[in-house]
């Protein structure tokens, strides 16, 4: 899909923030020329979550949608996207759901943003999500990966085989329905990360206002003790909970993702502050736009180790301070 000689900014999750995207593609020197945002020399690769609460969610979609027709762009599939799809499809018969993703109140409110801004755009919102099944799981392009939440080469391989271009059908999206099924699991590993269970029965209510019983884990350490040497995402366990000693079982079941590895990039995680490598061979782009926080991109060329000069970002800022 890709060619591995050429130059490309990777540019993190978007979520509607469409006219800051269109400043940081500016500031990437991309220019709107017959209606697509367009570089000379390079190629702009989105990591996916394109939808959801942001203020310009149709827009932002064009946006990319466009820049991939033109040959300018390619983007691969969020657990955002994800979930719209599973909010559309019909569920299997004999699955005791009428769609692959529930119409809870929960799932109600994360589409909730995308679903308003494409009330009066019905065919527009079909032709997405028909689009939507073009974005692949991953991108591989030998010499650099890239994944939405993580590269678990041990689902990898197995979908690459029934899917070798990475873009899945709704068959797949149906057959996600049921839990601990095959593409159930690649869903929730390669587009929602890994995770572990808080201990004792606790839940966690994060920034985002969501209660959960699990927390995201880094798929990189090798050697973590503790529930807080792998917790990776922007709310901090308890105290008590980051030292709980992990067992032999928990430490076994992490993955790892070896430094020796191709360049990976991620989107996904909610990071803050100012970007930089997680690992040599590592980065994710995600840095919460649209909480006010950047809109991130990595500026790759032929380099073999992820470079923290190369990170490019625009800030988020809120509405009262623009003037």
């Known amino acids: 899909m890709l060619d591995p000689a050429r130059s490309y900014d990777l ?6 923030c469409a006219h800051t995207l269109e400043h940081l593609l500016d500031t990437l020197g991309y220019r709107f020329q017959a ?14 979550d394109i939808i959801d609460r942001g203020p310009r969610i149709r827009e932002a979609l064009h946006i990319v949608h466009d820049m991939v027709e033109a040959g300018q762009a390619h983007c691969i599939m969020g657990n955002h996207e994800f979930n719209a799809l599973g909010w559309s499809t019909p569920a299997l018969p004999g699955s005791h759901k009428q769609f692959v993703r529930e119409h809870t109140p929960r799932h109600a409110r994360l589409l909730e943003e995308t679903l308003s801004q494409f009330d009066q755009h019905p065919q527009d919102w079909h032709d997405f999500l028909a689009w939507f099944y073009t974005m692949p799981l991953f991108i591989d392009a030998g010499r650099f990966r ?3 939440a993580c590269w678990d080469a041990g689902l990898i391989e197995p979908l690459r085989a029934q899917y070798s271009d990475g873009c899945i059908d709704e068959h797949f999206v149906q057959a996600s329905a049921e839990p601990g099924s095959f593409a159930s699991n690649v869903f929730d590993r390669l587009l929602r990360g890994t995770d572990m269970r808080l201990p004792h029965g606790l839940t966690l209510t994060g920034g985002d206002g969501l209660t959960r019983a699990f927390f995201r884990t880094k798929f990189w350490e090798d050697d973590p003790q503790t529930y807080g040497d792998v917790v990776f995402q922007p709310d901090a366990l308890p105290d008590l909970v980051a030292k709980t000693p992990l067992s032999p079982l928990e430490k076994n079941a992490l993955l790892r993702y070896g430094i020796d590895e191709p360049l990976l990039f991620v989107g996904h995680y909610w990071r803050s502050g100012n970007p930089a490598p997680i690992r040599p061979n590592l980065a994710c782009l995600d840095y919460s736009a649209v909480l006010y926080g950047k809109l991130v991109a990595y500026r790759l060329d032929q380099e073999t180790c992820i470079d923290p000069r190369k990170f490019v970002w625009v800030d988020v800022e809120r509405p009262e301070a623009v003037q």
Do not use: K, S, T
């Open 11 to 16: 540019i993190g999750d978007v979520h509607g």
């Open 35 to 48: 209606g697509v945002w367009r570089h000379p020399e390079r190629i702009a690769l989105f990591l996916g």
């Open 146 to 148: 890239m994944v939405h």
